[in-house]
Protein backbone atom coordinates (compact mmCIF):
# COMPACT_ATOMS: atom_id res chain seq x y z
CA UNK A 1 0.00 0.00 0.00
CA UNK A 2 1.04 3.24 -0.62
CA UNK A 3 2.40 5.30 2.52
CA UNK A 4 2.15 8.95 2.77
CA UNK A 5 5.04 11.31 2.27
CA UNK A 6 4.70 13.66 5.94
CA UNK A 7 4.68 17.26 5.48
CA UNK A 8 8.41 19.01 5.75
CA UNK A 9 8.09 21.17 8.89
CA UNK A 10 4.77 20.72 10.15
CA UNK A 11 4.16 21.92 13.42
CA UNK A 12 2.87 19.58 15.46
CA UNK A 13 0.31 20.48 18.81
CA UNK A 14 2.38 19.70 21.94
CA UNK A 15 0.43 17.13 23.91
CA UNK A 16 -1.96 17.99 25.91
CA UNK A 17 -1.91 15.63 28.96
CA UNK A 18 -5.04 17.74 30.69
CA UNK A 19 -7.15 17.02 27.73
CA UNK A 20 -5.91 13.34 27.06
CA UNK A 21 -6.74 12.75 30.64
CA UNK A 22 -10.38 13.92 30.26
CA UNK A 23 -10.92 12.89 26.39
CA UNK A 24 -9.03 9.57 26.20
CA UNK A 25 -11.06 6.70 28.32
CA UNK A 26 -14.32 8.24 27.60
CA UNK A 27 -13.75 8.33 24.00
CA UNK A 28 -11.95 4.57 24.32
CA UNK A 29 -15.59 3.60 26.08
CA UNK A 30 -17.79 4.62 23.67
CA UNK A 31 -16.00 3.08 20.78
CA UNK A 32 -15.40 -0.45 22.39
CA UNK A 33 -19.04 -0.44 23.28
CA UNK A 34 -20.53 0.23 19.82
CA UNK A 35 -17.75 -2.62 18.20
CA UNK A 36 -18.79 -5.44 20.85
CA UNK A 37 -22.50 -4.25 19.73
CA UNK A 38 -21.39 -4.96 16.14
CA UNK A 39 -19.71 -8.29 16.88
CA UNK A 40 -15.64 -7.48 17.57
CA UNK A 41 -13.74 -9.20 20.38
CA UNK A 42 -11.39 -6.22 21.49
CA UNK A 43 -8.10 -7.69 21.54
CA UNK A 44 -6.09 -4.87 23.16
CA UNK A 45 -6.59 -1.48 24.36
CA UNK A 46 -2.80 -0.88 26.16
CA UNK A 47 -1.99 2.62 26.20
CA UNK A 48 1.35 2.14 23.72
CA UNK A 49 1.32 5.41 21.96
CA UNK A 50 -0.14 3.38 18.50
CA UNK A 51 -3.62 2.21 17.77
CA UNK A 52 -6.23 2.88 20.54
CA UNK A 53 -8.11 -0.25 20.18
CA UNK A 54 -7.31 -3.29 18.42
CA UNK A 55 -10.28 -6.03 17.53
CA UNK A 56 -11.34 -8.72 15.50
CA UNK A 57 -14.59 -9.39 13.59
CA UNK A 58 -15.36 -12.50 11.17
CA UNK A 59 -11.35 -13.05 11.76
CA UNK A 60 -10.67 -9.71 10.55
CA UNK A 61 -8.19 -7.57 12.28
CA UNK A 62 -9.27 -3.83 12.78
CA UNK A 63 -7.66 -1.05 14.06
CA UNK A 64 -9.24 2.06 15.54
CA UNK A 65 -7.76 5.10 16.47
CA UNK A 66 -10.58 7.51 18.35
CA UNK A 67 -10.28 11.53 18.99
CA UNK A 68 -13.31 13.65 20.84
CA UNK A 69 -14.25 16.90 19.30
CA UNK A 70 -15.51 18.89 22.36
CA UNK A 71 -16.63 21.48 19.59
CA UNK A 72 -19.44 19.22 18.33
CA UNK A 73 -22.29 20.08 20.57
CA UNK A 74 -25.70 18.87 19.25
CA UNK A 75 -26.15 18.19 15.61
CA UNK A 76 -23.27 18.24 13.23
CA UNK A 77 -22.88 22.38 12.14
CA UNK A 78 -23.41 21.96 8.32
CA UNK A 79 -21.08 25.13 8.15
CA UNK A 80 -18.25 22.42 8.83
CA UNK A 81 -17.90 21.19 5.40
CA UNK A 82 -15.14 18.73 6.53
CA UNK A 83 -13.85 16.81 9.57
CA UNK A 84 -10.15 17.77 10.26
CA UNK A 85 -7.36 14.85 11.58
CA UNK A 86 -4.53 16.08 12.70
CA UNK A 87 -1.59 15.57 10.53
CA UNK A 88 -0.29 13.56 13.31
CA UNK A 89 -2.17 11.05 12.66
CA UNK A 90 -0.42 9.72 9.76
CA UNK A 91 2.09 7.91 11.48
CA UNK A 92 -0.86 5.26 12.15
CA UNK A 93 -1.55 5.89 8.63
CA UNK A 94 2.06 4.66 7.15
CA UNK A 95 2.15 1.99 9.95
CA UNK A 96 -1.49 0.50 8.77
CA UNK A 97 -0.36 0.16 5.61
CA UNK A 98 2.94 -1.29 6.47
CA UNK A 99 2.05 -4.18 8.65
CA UNK A 100 0.62 -6.90 7.28
CA UNK A 101 0.24 -5.29 3.93
CA UNK A 102 -2.27 -3.22 4.66
CA UNK A 103 -4.42 -6.40 6.03
CA UNK A 104 -7.13 -5.53 7.89
CA UNK A 105 -9.04 -2.46 8.57
CA UNK A 106 -8.04 0.61 10.27
CA UNK A 107 -10.88 3.49 11.29
CA UNK A 108 -10.26 6.76 12.67
CA UNK A 109 -13.60 7.77 15.18
CA UNK A 110 -14.32 11.61 15.85
CA UNK A 111 -16.35 11.34 18.54
CA UNK A 112 -19.56 14.42 19.27
CA UNK A 113 -18.97 15.77 22.84
CA UNK A 114 -21.16 13.88 24.61
CA UNK A 115 -20.46 9.97 23.13
CA UNK A 116 -23.63 9.70 21.50
CA UNK A 117 -22.54 10.00 17.74
CA UNK A 118 -19.26 9.56 15.78
CA UNK A 119 -17.90 10.14 11.99
CA UNK A 120 -16.00 7.06 10.71
CA UNK A 121 -13.51 7.42 8.61
CA UNK A 122 -11.48 4.74 6.98
CA UNK A 123 -7.10 5.33 6.09
CA UNK A 124 -7.88 4.78 3.18
CA UNK A 125 -9.61 8.19 2.64
CA UNK A 126 -6.64 9.72 4.06
CA UNK A 127 -4.60 10.76 0.90
CA UNK A 128 -1.79 12.77 0.31
CA UNK A 129 -3.95 15.75 -1.69
CA UNK A 130 -6.36 15.59 1.51
CA UNK A 131 -3.29 17.54 3.38
CA UNK A 132 -3.95 20.87 3.92
CA UNK A 133 -2.83 23.87 5.90
CA UNK A 134 -5.17 25.96 8.47
CA UNK A 135 -4.60 29.05 10.35
CA UNK A 136 -5.86 28.36 13.64
CA UNK A 137 -7.16 31.70 15.15
CA UNK A 138 -7.33 30.68 18.83
CA UNK A 139 -3.86 28.71 18.90
CA UNK A 140 -2.53 31.82 16.80
CA UNK A 141 -0.52 29.75 14.37
CA UNK A 142 -0.80 27.39 11.10
CA UNK A 143 -1.39 23.46 10.93
CA UNK A 144 -1.62 20.69 8.98
CA UNK A 145 -4.51 18.34 8.69
CA UNK A 146 -6.43 15.74 6.95
CA UNK A 147 -9.45 17.47 5.35
CA UNK A 148 -12.15 15.05 5.02
CA UNK A 149 -15.41 16.09 3.70
CA UNK A 150 -17.83 15.20 6.00
CA UNK A 151 -20.22 14.23 3.00
CA UNK A 152 -17.87 11.22 2.69
CA UNK A 153 -17.44 9.35 6.42
CA UNK A 154 -20.06 7.48 8.03
CA UNK A 155 -22.06 9.42 11.19
CA UNK A 156 -22.69 6.30 13.39
CA UNK A 157 -24.73 6.23 16.60
CA UNK A 158 -22.79 5.28 19.19
CA UNK A 159 -25.50 6.19 22.34
CA UNK A 160 -23.54 4.90 25.53
CA UNK A 161 -26.41 4.84 28.11
Known amino acids: ?64 EVEMKNQWVGEWNPLWK ?29 IRNDCKYAWKINESQMTQDSIKEIWLSNAKRNEHFFHIPYTEAELIDIKVN
Open 1 to 64: MTQLNPVKNAFYRKFQYKSYKENDNKAKEAIIKHLKLNGHTILNIEENYSFDIHSKKDEVMHYS
Open 82 to 110: EIRIPHRKIKLVNKFRKLNNGEGIFNFYI
